[in-house]
């Protein structure tokens, strides 16, 4: 990364729009940035080739990192450099306001420099490179502008920064200054005026959505940022919401576990749902099911892959690419996902419940449809139909699959979800979900309770600890004080915990036993506590791993607790889910502290 190779995600800051993104190192590099959208080629990349990755650098002459801040209840980057000669700040964002009626969302990227004290010295760098060929584009110089050929479209940086000092020449800021890199359409109107009134109505458009969510009375700060940067990862146009921003960054040092997260997988979308629904959010849900609806029309016999790209088609043929130095040297480095070719039969329960609360809720009951109604059926049968067969399952295993306990339990939660439904929508259809339900529940119990053990278990006839069974409690598989029950969560807390943090599993994945926690884990736990009657317990938990979180409250997808240090890919959808979920689980009502 420039002048320091090692990159701690706990220094990396988060903007965007709901139609793309970057990451700003502390340092005020942008270190990753993939355009038109979150699963383009990435333009800078710096984050996976300290070297030869495109970078886009604005930094004291003398070098050293800032202090990174949001603006208050926003998306807008703030980084404050102190040097020698001065002090400098600047503000970053990607512009998102409502503009005849519609979400202005451009791609187009603001960076303000502004000085504070003295006569600071910085330096700027802006060399984008072509995807994943890492090729230098062609630079042309305007008068106020450069402009990169050789991407898909035009890419221009315009600024009234003089244009001899955007090549990594020190120069004194004696000024607020301006610039704007845009994808597509150039800038044409007075870069000044046009910069601060975009950054004025960005902030206001965040500041309105968050006075607009509800949160609890305690972990305030911690869900705001949370919900911030879960709408970050919604990718408007389609509807699609990605599970993270980032490819390849490691689950743990020298793992080989290099994914691609930069696309939706459904069953991470229902989560973000559920945890936008807490949040009182609606519209989400409404542009996800439209991406549904769009992909469910193009799976014969409904049989629906785990993920898919952002425009809702299939190519993501898995590949490593061996010129990339990675994540700290941390290889390989992985574009597209094998995992969409698994077979994940927990996703049918996920898309029912996904699209239940349009008919429980009258809130959403302008959603309603033959269509919808139709869907769900199908998936529900789907569910009931792959109910008790191997497959990948949550964790998606990439070793010898088997039924695995926590996909049949989402089986049984789509036909009871549908029954509920059905009694109501369609009372033909009822008694075929409901008699579903009752059989899948009793086969889960039958195939996955361990009674040597004490506890359910991770696949059926197994041995082996599961922490996403955690999830029996929020799904009501059981009631809340069913010994069962509580003993398997008993049973998890005590045998998967790591550190005060929680591992999704101990078994040899196929790439050796987990070395770290996965991040969701531990604020399931947090719920699964505080609805079987242990809120004290869940808040103590809840107060002692959120201490951890990075600077700005961003999370990623593991936790190393011997290290205190986060990886994997980031910022991670199912992290801030489980924030946001066991924030309002350990937290009083308003009324009990109004």
């Known amino acids: 990364m420039g002048r320091d190779v090692t990159t701690r995600i706990e220094d990396l800051g988060l903007i965007g729009n709901c139609q793309y993104s970057a990451l700003i190192h502390n340092n005020g590099e942008i270190v990753w940035c993939c355009l038109p959208r979150f699963d383009s080629e990435p333009v800078f990349s710096s984050l996976l080739d300290s070297e030869d990755g495109g970078r886009f650098r604005i930094s004291p002459a003398d070098g050293g990192a800032g202090t990174q801040s949001y603006v208050p209840n926003t998306n807008i980057l703030e980084t404050i450099f102190h040097t020698a000669t001065g002090a400098f700040k600047i503000i970053d964002f990607a512009p998102r306001f409502i503009h005849y009626d519609r979400a202005f969302r451009p791609v187009q990227l603001y960076r303000i420099l502004e000085p504070i004290a003295g006569t600071p010295r910085i330096e700027i760098v802006c060399e984008p490179k072509l995807g994943w060929s890492k090729k230098h584009p062609k630079t042309v110089q305007g008068s106020h502008h450069l402009r990169f050929e050789g991407f898909d479209s035009e890419l221009r940086l315009t600024t009234d920064i003089p244009l001899s000092y955007l090549n990594g020449k020190p120069f004194t800021l004696t000024g607020r200054q301006h610039m704007v890199l845009a994808w597509g359409a150039p800038i044409e109107e007075p870069l000044a005026p046009l910069c601060e ?329 947090i719920e699964a506590l505080a609805a079987i009657g242990r809120r004290d317990d869940a808040r103590a938990l809840f107060e002692r791993v959120y201490s951890t979180l990075s600077p700005l409250g961003l999370l990623a997808e593991d936790y190393d607790p011997s290290e205190q240090r986060m990886w994997g890919n980031f910022p991670q959808t199912y992290s801030h889910v489980g924030l946001i979920h066991a924030a309002f689980a350990a937290s009083p009502q308003w009324e009990e502290v109004l």
């Open 197 to 525: 009134r975009f950054l004025n109505e960005t902030r206001r458009y965040w500041q309105r959505w968050v006075k607009q969510c509800d949160i609890p009375p305690l972990f305030q700060k911690e869900v705001i940022r949370s919900a911030l940067a879960l709408k970050l990862h919604c990718f408007e146009d389609t509807g699609a919401i990605i599970a993270a921003m980032t490819t390849s960054i490691p689950e743990s040092p020298g793992s080989g576990r290099t994914w691609d997260y930069r696309y939706c997988w459904l069953r991470d979308s229902y989560y973000v749902l559920n945890a936008f629904g807490l949040l009182g959010q609606c519209e989400e849900r409404e542009q996800f099911v439209q991406y549904l609806l769009n992909v469910a029309g193009g799976a014969p016999g409904l049989t629906l892959a785990p993920l898919y790209r952002v425009d809702g088609s299939e190519n993501l043929e898995e590949s490593i690419l061996e010129h990339w130095a990675g994540y700290n040297g941390e290889k390989p480095v992985r574009i597209g996902n094998g995992a969409a070719l698994h077979s994940q039969n927990d996703i049918y329960g996920e898309m029912v419940l996904a699209l239940s609360p349009i008919f429980l809720d009258e809130r959403l009951s302008a959603e309603r449809s033959p269509a919808a109604l139709q869907l769900m059926e199908g998936l529900a049968r789907k569910a009931i139909a792959v109910s008790g067969k191997p497959d990948a399952g949550i964790w998606e295993y990439r070793a010898d699959w088997k039924p695995q306990t926590f996909s049949n339990l989402m089986c049984w939660a789509a036909a009871n979800r549908m029954g509920r439904i059905a009694d109501q929508y369609a009372p033909q259809h009822a008694g075929e979900f409901h008699d579903a339900a009752r059989r899948i529940h009793s086969e889960v119990i039958a195939n996955s309770w361990n009674a040597g053990r004490n506890s359910f278990v991770g696949h059926y006839g197994g041995e082996d600890l599961d922490a996403s069974l955690l999830q029996m409690v929020r799904l009501r598989f059981l009631p809340a004080n069913d010994p069962m029950l509580v003993s398997t969560v008993d049973k998890i807390h005590k045998d998967l915990s790591l550190g005060g943090w929680l591992q999704r599993y101990s078994l040899n994945d196929g790439f050796g036993k987990p070395s770290v926690a996965f991040v969701i884990c531990t604020f399931w736990l």
